[in-house]
């Protein structure tokens, strides 16, 4: 008897040592191993297993969640969508695919960095690019400050590209100055 597996050859009334029985996977089943056992010595050999090949609902992830209605089981070839949190970037494919049993690779959603007007102003800095107010970055991404107008670079200040890291960043700083020429 092997779990969700059926017989495919001939039944027989008694075996003799070196008899096989063949046997197929029911349907989401993957066979491992041989397709037969054998009678030896009055006892059968190690069949084949079924692996089901179904996955059980997609995981949690940080910072986002599965989009729509999860199902209690979902059949190879099946497959699922993430979203990210508001304030979350994603990194990796949003939709992930029933595989062999198991998902294939998870997104990721990191916190987005997030360049306000109050900060900006607080340190004297404005973006060196947009005019926007606001600007979202993706964790990884750079971001370029500049001085505003009546300021200069502070000495002891960060530099003025800056890398977002997991909605971190290191503001740069300027003074009350202007540039000598």
């Known amino acids: 008897e ?8 001939a039944p027989q009334e008694r075996y003799l040592p070196g008899d096989r029985v063949q046997y197929e996977c029911e349907s989401n089943f993957q066979m491992m191993g041989g397709n037969y056992a054998t009678c030896t010595n009055g006892k059968w050999s190690q069949g084949p ?3 089901d090949m179904k996955c059980e609902p997609p995981p949690e992830i940080a910072g986002g969640k599965v989009h729509g209605v999860k ?10 969508r993430y979203q990210c949190w508001q304030g979350f970037q994603m990194t990796g494919a949003s939709t992930v ?5 198991t998902w294939t690779e998870l997104p990721k959603c990191k916190v987005a ?8 102003a607080r340190n004297n ?4 690019w947009l005019s926007r107010k606001k600007l979202y970055s993706k964790s990884g991404d750079f971001i370029e ?5 009546g300021y200069v670079v502070d000495a002891e200040s960060s530099p003025f590209r800056v ?3 997991e909605g971190t960043l290191e503001y740069p700083r300027c003074k009350p100055g202007s540039k000598s020429s």
């Open 2 to 9: 092997i779990p969700n597996a059926y017989i495919t050859s």
């Open 97 to 101: 695919v029933c595989r062999n049993g």
């Open 49 to 51: 297993i079924c692996r």
């Open 113 to 120: 960095c997030t360049a306000s007007e109050e900060d900006m």
């Open 71 to 80: 199902k209690s089981q979902y059949l190879p070839g099946e497959s699922a």
């Open 145 to 149: 400050f500049r001085c505003r107008r």
């Open 125 to 128: 800095i404005e973006l060196k």
């Open 163 to 165: 890398q977002c890291m």
